[in-house]
């Protein structure tokens, strides 16, 4: 049973423009939520958070929304860039130290 | 953000022979790591949780007498594969939890990738 998705395997966007990352989960006890960047043969490296008594969270080009009555999170990513190509990872967890992963968005940004 | 190395970042081994990957965190304390298994283009797949001082949890499926893990400190962790065998070869990855002062994030350590012949 897969708690964590994303139905978007990839996703491709033109440089300077926004991209959208999207996972849904089914478990409401989760209470918060991760995004990880993560490139071939590395490990993955953190990006942001939000708790859910939150619904959006900021932090320089990156913004993450949650809505919690969709059981959906989103990241944005405004503007694009070339380095931002990578695999992304959205994860939940419910008040305990494990991680849930989603399958991972390929994200492609052209020049 | 915090720093999690990993040593070795590659290893190969004969069928039949031991494996040990070393974890730490290097400027903070991980009372809790936790070690992550990723095949190719899937997501990583927890397979334990290392707490400092007690024995691991293993996710169901996990072998617990296979993959020995061991937190001997707040800085480190290690995941011994035994007996190892090519379909043990992955990419193995290792986290630390760092939680307090409003922080709860787990930091990822740059993988090791496993070959086994």
């Known amino acids: 049973d897969q708690q964590v998705k994303q139905n978007s395997p990839s996703l491709s966007v033109q440089e300077g423009r926004i991209s959208i990352l999207n996972c849904d989960y089914t478990?409401?006890?989760?209470?918060?939520f991760l995004w990880y960047k993560k490139y071939p043969a590395e490990g993955p490296t953190f990006l942001i958070s939000?708790?859910?008594?939150?619904d959006k969270n900021e932090d320089g080009r990156f913004t993450v929304f949650l809505n919690k009555s969709a059981k959906h999170l989103s990241l944005h990513i405004v503007p694009s860039q070339p380095g931002d190509s990578a695999v992304y990872f959205c994860?939940?967890?419910?008040?305990?130290?494990?991680?849930?992963f989603g399958t991972g968005t390929r994200l492609q940004v052209f020049p | 953000g915090a720093v999690v190395s990993q040593h070795p970042s590659w290893v190969i081994c004969k069928s039949g022979t031991s494996v040990k990957i070393e974890c730490r965190s290097l400027?903070?304390?991980?009372?809790?790591m936790f070690w992550y298994r990723q095949f190719p283009k899937q997501s990583l797949m927890l397979m334990a949780t290392?707490?400092?001082?007690?024995?691991?949890?293993?996710e169901q499926g996990v072998e617990k007498d296979k993959f020995l893990i061991n937190h001997a400190s707040l800085t480190l962790s290690t995941l011994t594969v035994t007996s190892a065998h090519p379909e043990d070869s992955s990419f193995y990855i290792c986290?630390?939890?760092?939680f307090g002062s409003g922080t709860d994030t787990q930091y990822f350590g740059p993988g090791t990738r496993l070959t086994v012949l």
């Open positions: 994860a939940a967890s419910n008040n305990t130290d494990k991680l849930i």
């Open positions: 986290s630390a939890r760092e």
């Open positions: 400027d903070f304390q991980a009372t809790t």
């Open positions: 290392s707490n400092e001082g007690s024995k691991a949890t293993y």
């Open positions: 939000i708790s859910s008594i939150k």
């Open positions: 478990n409401s006890m989760f209470d918060y």
